[in-house]
């Protein structure tokens, strides 16, 4: 299958999930963490956003938000819920592939806040640190792979979308600052701060 080929089966797959389910737009817990890190002043970048109820909390706090994702379903329903609440100005949906839409490195050291929920794509980590300004902050959730999996030699292989707990501050580039690692039930978070 091609790269292109992927794209789209992925794209179908997500406006499938999104269609026909009623949006909660309730932000996501790890938004409170972020904003109480103390992010400086400027824009943020959310991947894999969808429909965010976290994009919409950002925004009512005043910041300008861009969210990548590769649903049209989920990014028209985000929009249409920032048009009714009057945010629509300081939200810009992009429908893209995270880690192919940072990387030409045009957004690099871009955003004072860089924020993935529940996904998990090495490149897009990589390129979403890149894209965090010097003393800006890293918020990331993955879903989590079981640590026992190395254990196991006649399971299946792990799940490519998941990682270890541990794994998001194993892969920060030099400089950063991990302000806070946890694991939940079924994910793994990371809080770190750029260098400068």
């Not at 089966?9 to 996501?28: C, I, K, L």
């Not at 640590?147 to 990682?163: F, N, T, V, W």
Request: proline share 7%; with cysteine; glycine share 10%.
């Amino acid at each position: 299958m091609s790269a292109a080929d992927s794209a789209a089966d992925d794209r179908r797959r997500w406006n499938e999930r999104y269609t026909g389910r009623v949006p909660s737009f309730a932000p996501h817990p790890l938004v409170a963490d972020a904003v109480a890190a103390g992010p400086p002043g400027g824009p943020v970048l959310e991947l894999a956003g969808g429909r965010s109820g976290s994009a919409l909390a950002l925004a009512d706090a005043g910041r300008a938000v861009t969210v990548v994702d590769v649903s049209d379903v989920a990014l028209a329903q985000l929009q249409e819920e920032a048009a009714r609440r009057g945010r629509d100005a300081r939200i810009t949906c992009v429908r893209a592939d995270a880690a192919a839409y940072l990387a030409d490195g045009t957004h690099a050291g871009g955003f004072a806040l860089v924020l993935a929920t529940r996904f998990w794509d090495e490149a897009a980590f990589a390129a979403g640190a890149r894209a965090v300004a010097p003393g800006g902050v890293l918020a990331w959730e993955a879903l989590r792979q079981d640590e026992r999996q190395d254990e196991r030699p006649d399971e299946p292989a792990p799940h490519p979308y998941r990682i270890p707990h541990g794994g998001l501050s194993a892969r920060l580039p030099a400089g950063f600052t991990v302000l806070a690692e946890q694991a939940t039930g079924t994910t793994t978070r990371l809080l770190a701060r750029a260098p400068g």
